[in-house]
């Protein structure tokens, strides 16, 4: 079993509507959750992050965490087609941010 | 831009044959990190250098190795080349201590077909 489990999509949704983005995970020392967005052909780069259980809103971004049960969320309202991207999920457990553990990633197409 | 430059952006090269790809990292930043991410998957974590010391590695096996110089650019070795290595190839960087890294930014990667 993988330490972190993503649905790869691809996830397709018209302009406008809400984007809702899921990872499970099975280690219990997870404490910080990123979430990346990653365009065709380029790198990963940072959209939010939260620390421990609860929810961060971020502009049209919330990201969500239930510890308890291993599971976090994104939310994307009011999507645009410039959201068309692959997001990945990536906890880790220390301080150190360049060890992640990714998920697979889901791609997001969003539809004009 | 995050300000960390790879190269070369594309690669192919054939199996069983030696790879060099080259990471410079941000400036001020003494931690770089690669990963290896296979079509359709998450990055996977290979190794992290700190200060030119390998600080953690991943799950991959000794052909891959790694420097890293004075001025905190790095380099990620592959020998041995097989199919599977092909992927595209991510570094890393950040600053902090050891144990302790700021946000990590992403160059945009190196593609390298093995054939």
């Known amino acids: 079993q993988k330490e972190v489990e993503q649905d790869p999509g691809p996830l397709s949704v018209p302009e406008g509507a809400i984007v809702s983005l899921n990872c499970t995970y099975s280690n219990s020392a997870f404490q910080y959750f990123m979430w990346y967005r990653q365009y065709s052909r380029k790198g990963p780069e940072l959209l939010m992050y939260?620390?421990?259980?609860g929810n961060k809103e971020d502009g049209r971004f919330t990201a969500q965490v239930d510890k308890s049960s291993k599971y976090i969320s994104l939310f994307i309202r009011d999507s645009q087609p410039s959201d068309s991207a692959t997001y990945l999920c990536?906890?880790?457990?220390?301080?150190?941010?360049?060890?992640?553990?990714f998920g697979a990633g889901t791609q997001v197409v969003v539809t004009p | 831009e995050t300000g960390v430059t790879q190269s070369p952006t594309h690669l192919i090269k054939t199996r069983g044959q030696q790879v060099t790809l080259r990471c410079s990292s941000q400036s001020g930043h003494n931690t770089v990190s690669w990963y290896q991410q296979a079509l359709g998957q998450g990055p996977q974590f290979i190794f992290q250098?700190?200060?030119?010391?390998?600080?953690g590695r991943g799950n991959f096996p000794p052909r891959f190795s790694g420097l890293q110089f004075p001025n905190y650019s790095s380099e990620l070795n592959v020998n041995a080349l097989e199919l599977d290595d092909s992927a595209l190839y991510l570094c890393a960087s950040s600053g902090g201590t050891r144990t302790m890294n700021t946000e990590a930014f992403f160059g945009q990667g190196t593609r390298l077909t093995v054939v």
């Open positions: 939260t620390y421990s259980s």
């Open positions: 990536a906890p880790r457990a220390t301080d150190s941010w360049g060890k992640l553990q």
């Open positions: 250098y700190y200060r030119e010391e390998e600080n």
